[in-house]
């Protein structure tokens, strides 16, 4: 059943790309809607039997390498983590493509856009669900392919183009850590499937080897040079930069990509490798660091943003940030419990920013926006559905993911485990006050636009809103129905095999033991940024211009995201612009062009001319010519004859 649910997509992406021209622009969505629905649908059905009555399989299709010691087969590993995933990704996948139906209404490639849609969606299903290293590869390639063409799906827009180009390197950087790591693993164990590996990394515990001139434990090398692979999918300081500009995509594709899929791969990445991050210590400090700087810098970029879009979209760096530190201290369940949440409520909040969008006639700016939401009071509600369980608010989902992450990271009892929770603490701050800036910056306040486009404002229609209410479904009960399983008392037997703690590093148990006030801070802190919120966009709207004002350089080095993407164009992108402009000029076009192809064909051509001059059009010229040759021919006779 569940490699049905895995194909169904491909068949989809197919159709829709090869035939539809035949099937139509309505024919196309037929299909692949109704495909993506019916493995949403298996996908409960496999969950339920994996999951909950502990049926983990392998089905084995063929031998894909064999070559010399390497032999892999090609595999769909079906355990909780994939259950989960593949129940996530095809839910979130399916309303994404009922949405699109309206969204995309008037465009003019509709197949096109369907057919990439699904194809991205299959793509993450089989890194989901991979057996081995190298399959997990084919899907993590397969997946920055397909949201290379989705975010430049509008390629006649130079910013879309730009943006598809910047993901799809940025991604690159991070892949050739992932493909190292693969490597790695390979030299070590001699094997890349999972079953292989996680059996024998116990062994490999206190192995050591180099790494361009780097001695180290050999786990902690590899871990690091795997997690390098996760900073980029799942866009972590330093490999981010191309998640806010993939907000050049259509709004469909930002909510697929940013809620349950590309984003949480590296997630779903760590948590597969728990046998062998378990027993590489310095590894987790690193990831624990990274993923809490990521969570707090995200956090602090989404305050000053004015793009609806921009917004949603450092709120999800931000809450990877939560899932990656959640890795890094053992809470592995945890990072998985909020990646499942998080999926319903940030695919909510992108849709329903598309249907904000769709009603303000294509305006994104929330400073044009404002004094919406008697005439969009469906979206008004969902949106503030999502942003309660983005905040942490209780009893959304967001409450018990998030709040989990933060007792886990306290109760370990380390020095990176500390630095998390505050700077997660400080994070779950400002989510609440640019969560709650958004709303009143969008449906409140005086209207902002022009008569024409206030005029136009409508909510959108049903094919667009149910996909919403089936999302805050979600937002509202994921979080409490599957508690128990996912970090409570039901975990044990829930997650498994399929994830593996050591007994010192079980910080979920030591989370339900943390003091009081750990468990919170959170809320309170939660609150207080949306009191803010509110007084500096509703009881002082002349507030937040003073403060930029006063605080103008803090607040232009926030809003121009802590200038990353200037310092990488003055590092990489310029110096690798000039090294590139001077090969092509000194190199290929002066040598190679100059002595080859270019220097053959001038030579040719002046040689064509001064031959060319000899032909006067005079006979004593012609003459001549032939005088001279008879002397040279009577010349060399006679020197022949005298030799």
């Known amino acids: 059943m569940e490699v049905v649910a895995v194909f169904l997509p491909l068949i989809g992406a197919i159709l829709a790309g090869l035939f539809g021209q035949k099937l139509g622009d309505r024919g196309s969505q037929v299909v692949t809607c109704s495909l993506l629905l019916l493995s949403a649908a298996l996908s409960v059905i496999v969950f339920v039997d994996v999951a909950v009555y502990g049926n983990a399989r392998s089905t084995e299709f063929f031998t894909w390498i064999d070559s010399g010691s390497l032999e892999l087969s090609w595999a769909i590993r079906m355990d909780t983590l994939s259950a989960i995933m593949l129940c996530v990704v095809t839910i979130v996948s399916a309303m994404v493509h009922v949405y699109s139906i309206g969204y995309m209404e008037h465009d003019t490639s509709i197949p096109r856009f369907f057919s990439y849609l699904s194809l991205f969606t299959f793509f993450m299903l089989m890194l989901a669900t991979a057996d081995n290293f190298l399959q997990m590869f084919f899907g993590w390639e397969g997946v920055g392919l397909a949201s290379y063409l989705l975010i430049g799906f509008w390629y006649d827009r130079p910013s879309a183009n730009s943006a598809a180009i910047k993901a799809f390197l940025v991604n690159r950087v991070g892949d050739i850590g992932f493909a190292l790591g693969i490597a790695g693993i390979f030299f070590l164990f001699g094997s890349t499937t999972f079953d292989q590996v996680f059996a024998a990394a116990p062994d490999m515990a206190d192995s050591s080897f180099t790494f361009i001139g780097i001695e180290g434990r050999a786990l902690d090398i590899v871990g690091i040079l795997l997690f390098i692979g996760a900073m980029g999918k799942s866009a972590q300081l330093g490999l981010h930069t191309w998640l806010p500009d993939a907000m050049e995509g259509p709004t469909p594709v930002s909510a697929l990509i940013h809620a349950a899929t590309m984003v949480t791969a590296g997630v779903f990445m760590l948590c597969r490798l728990s046998p062998i991050l378990e027993y590489a210590p310095f590894a987790l400090e690193v990831i624990t660091v990274v993923g809490a700087a990521t969570a707090f810098f995200a956090a602090t970029v989404g305050m000053a943003q004015n793009d609806i879009k921009r917004v949603i979209a450092y709120s999800t760096c931000s809450q990877l940030g939560y899932m990656v530190f959640a890795v890094g201290v053992s809470a592995y369940s945890a990072a998985m419990f909020h990646l499942m949440t998080h999926a319903f409520f940030k695919a909510l909040l992108f ?194 211009g003073v403060l930029a004002r006063a605080l103008r350089p803090l607040y232009l080095f926030i809003y121009n995201k802590w200038y990353f993407d200037e310092v990488y164009n003055a590092v990489f992108v310029r110096n690798a612009w000039l090294l590139g402009k001077g090969l092509w000029k000194s190199g290929d076009v002066a040598v190679i062009d100059g002595f080859g192809p270019d220097g053959i064909s001038a030579t040719t051509r002046n040689l064509a001319v001064r031959i060319s001059r000899l032909q006067t059009g005079y006979v004593y010229h012609y003459a001549f010519v032939m005088l001279i040759g008879v002397v040279a021919f009577v010349t060399w006779y006679i020197f022949t004859q005298i030799g």
């Open 351 to 544: 849709l329903g920013a598309g249907s904000v969008i769709h009603a303000m006639s294509d305006e994104q700016d929330m400073r044009k926006m404002g004094g919406i939401w008697r005439m969009i009071p469906l979206t008004y509600a969902l949106m503030w559905i999502g942003s309660l369980a983005l905040a942490g608010i209780p009893p959304f989902a967001g409450f018990f993911s998030k709040d989990i992450i933060l007792e886990a990271a306290w109760a370990s009892h380390t020095g990176h485990g500390a630095f998390a929770f505050w700077l997660g603490v400080a994070a779950a701050f400002m989510t609440a006050f640019y969560s709650w800036r958004l709303l009143f910056m969008t449906f409140h306040g005086k209207p902002r636009a022009s008569e024409e486009v206030m005029h136009h404002v409508h909510e959108s229609p049903r094919v667009m809103t149910v996909p919403l209410i089936v999302l805050a479904t979600g937002a509202v009960l994921a979080g409490w129905l599957a508690y128990g399983a996912f970090v409570g008392d039901l975990r044990m037997p829930f997650w498994g095999e399929s994830i593996h703690v050591l007994h010192d590093h079980d910080s979920i148990e030591a989370a339900h033991h943390v003091p009081l006030w750990v468990k919170l801070l959170p809320l309170v802190l939660a609150v207080a940024g949306i009191a803010l919120a509110y007084v500096m966009y509703m009881a002082r709207p002349d507030l937040p």
